[in-house]
């Protein structure tokens, strides 16, 4: 059973630093591309960073660039998404999908089930 898991979703002040987890199940991790998304209430679904399955080139969205940094560890077939100097408007659920390029991650029929992310003082 193909499957993705987030997690290391909180409640963080402004300033703070969180790092989540995509963690899949069924299927290798090394041969997709990993996109990180997130969307808070109200807004539609934006996309934040993406690590390639080729070369792991990593792209960003510019509202987190300098800030987020998506990494990857296949041996524990993890990719990370670590976040620096939070802002409450990151606030949001953020979701990770598989798919074979980083464009075709917003049309990925795997993703996992969201960890929520808070950052309010």
């Known amino acids: 059973q193909v499957q993705l898991v987030e997690s290391g979703g909180g409640l963080v002040q402004p300033g703070g630093s969180l790092r989540l987890s995509c963690a899949a199940s069924?299927?290798?991790?090394?041969?997709?591309?990993i996109g990180w998304f997130r969307q808070a209430p109200g807004k539609e679904r934006e996309g934040v960073s993406c690590?390639?399955?080729?070369?792991?080139?990593?792209y960003y969205a510019d509202s987190v660039k300098g800030r987020f940094t998506i990494s990857r560890d296949n041996a524990k077939n993890t990719v990370y998404l670590q976040m620096n100097s939070l802002k409450p408007e990151d606030t949001a659920v953020y979701s990770c999908?598989?798919?074979?390029?980083?464009?075709?991650?917003?049309?990925?029929?795997?993703w996992g089930q969201g960890t929520q992310v808070t950052v309010s003082s």
């Open positions: 069924g299927f290798t991790l090394d041969y997709y591309a």
């Open positions: 999908a598989a798919a074979r390029v980083c464009g075709a991650t917003i049309d990925s029929d795997y």
């Open positions: 690590i390639s399955s080729s070369d792991d080139s990593t």
